[in-house]
């Protein structure tokens, strides 16, 4: 009788599309539509002083919290896709997902600092968040440690 090999370099199964999944892309899409939306089409432009921001209002009222909603989105779809029922959360997923956040992370932080005394005001979304620049790339990172917590 013949024995099973099991395959230790085979991706475990399970399936691709899972409401958990379709939940975390989700988040992830909106969350940077909504920085981006503020940025672009709400914010009113800091070096015109007569500029007026857009509409909606109630975004325009919101001001530097946009921010806070829109990488909160992002970084909450993140740490769903990091469930073992979703693909991101289980097999070569979860080492993709921490490292890559990992370096997004320090990435963030670095063009930061490299940019932040003379041309940090030419970097769109850097040149508004200034120094909360760093609480986005070290909260990069520690979605890269909810990651490394289902890592095996």
């Known amino acids: 009788m013949r024995q099973k090999v099991k395959d230790e ?17 989700l988040l992830v899409v909106a969350g940077i539509a909504w920085v981006l939306y503020y940025y672009f089409g709400v914010r009113a432009d800091p070096t015109d002083f007569e500029a007026e921001p857009g509409s909606p209002a109630w975004m325009a009222d919101l001001v530097r919290w946009n921010y806070v909603i829109g990488f909160g989105l992002l970084f909450l ?8 029922s979703t693909p991101m959360g289980r097999g070569r997923g979860v080492v993709t997902g921490m490292l890559g956040c990992f370096l997004i992370g320090l990435v963030w932080i670095c063009v930061y600092y490299i940019f932040a005394n003379d041309k940090l005001d030419q970097i769109p979304v850097f040149n508004d968040l200034l120094q ?11 979605v890269g440690f909810i990651f490394a917590t289902r890592w095996e």
């Open 132 to 142: 909360s620049n760093l609480f986005v790339g070290i909260a990069f990172m520690g």
């Open 77 to 84: 779809g993140l740490a769903i896709s990091a469930h073992p």
């Open 9 to 25: 370099l085979a991706e475990p199964g399970g399936p691709v599309v899972t409401p958990r999944s379709v939940a975390a892309l």
